[in-house]
């Protein structure tokens, strides 16, 4: 079958549907997940997997130990995930999980303004990155002359951001 890939597009309404995470204590994941950012459990299967959730959906994050029971992180310096990226539907939502964080004392790996977008970095009990954020609208988004997106990585103004609580 020939194929012209210089033309095909993917779908515009295309989404990512959820990510499927390799972890060492299920338990421990569940807890982070769920217990400190919120998720709600969809199903388990036994002791050695978890769908979870946002708002009901099937599910957004697989946690699984098939492969990866009691074993150390992966190496930073190795290919593989670099973070999974959760969208707050709002700025206040993305207040309001940075304060949780704090109050659990949970510790951030960096935040940063994108100009298109808020964010917040942190890992996982197994130093998986997690990015909390949320998106400017589409209609403030910087634009280079050409039109393109011109995105870049200044310091988030964490005062501000917790003011709109």
């Given at each position: 079958?020939?194929?012209?890939?210089?033309?095909?597009?993917?779908?515009?309404?295309?989404?990512?549907?959820?990510?499927?995470?390799?972890?060492?204590?299920?338990?421990?994941?569940?807890?982070?997940?769920?217990?400190?950012?919120?998720?709600?459990?969809?199903?388990?299967?036994?002791?050695?997997?978890?769908?979870?959730?946002?708002?009901?959906?099937?599910?957004?994050?697989?946690?699984?130990?098939?492969?990866?029971?009691?074993?150390?992180?992966?190496?930073?310096?190795?290919?593989?995930?670099?973070?999974?990226?959760?969208?707050?539907?709002?700025?206040?939502?993305?207040?309001?999980?940075?304060?949780?964080?704090?109050?659990?004392?949970?510790?951030?790996?960096?935040?940063?303004?994108?100009?298109?977008?808020?964010?917040?970095?942190?890992?996982?009990?197994?130093?998986?990155?997690v990015e909390l954020y949320w998106d400017?609208?589409?209609?403030?988004?910087?634009?280079?002359?050409?039109?393109?997106?011109?995105?870049?990585?200044?310091?988030?103004?964490?005062?501000?951001?917790?003011?709109?609580?």
């Amino acid at each position: 079958m020939d194929q012209d890939h210089s033309t095909y597009k993917i779908p515009e309404k295309t989404r990512i549907g959820h990510v499927h995470l390799k972890v060492s204590n299920l338990q421990r994941s569940i807890d982070f997940y769920c217990g400190l950012l919120g998720f709600e459990i969809t199903t388990r299967y036994g002791d050695d997997a978890a769908f979870i959730s946002a708002g009901g959906y099937h599910h957004h994050i697989g946690l699984n130990v098939w492969y990866s029971k009691n074993a150390l992180p992966a190496p930073k310096n190795l290919p593989g995930l670099f973070h999974t990226a959760i969208l707050y539907p709002d700025r206040k939502a993305l207040a309001q999980i940075y304060q949780r964080l704090m109050l659990a004392g949970h510790s951030l790996t960096g935040s940063a303004d994108h100009g298109v977008s808020e964010a917040l970095y942190l890992n996982d009990p197994d130093n998986n990155g997690v990015e909390l954020y949320w998106d400017r609208p589409v209609e403030e988004w910087p634009k280079k002359l050409d039109g393109s997106l011109d995105m870049f990585t200044e310091p988030l103004d964490e005062h501000n951001l917790l003011s709109l609580l």
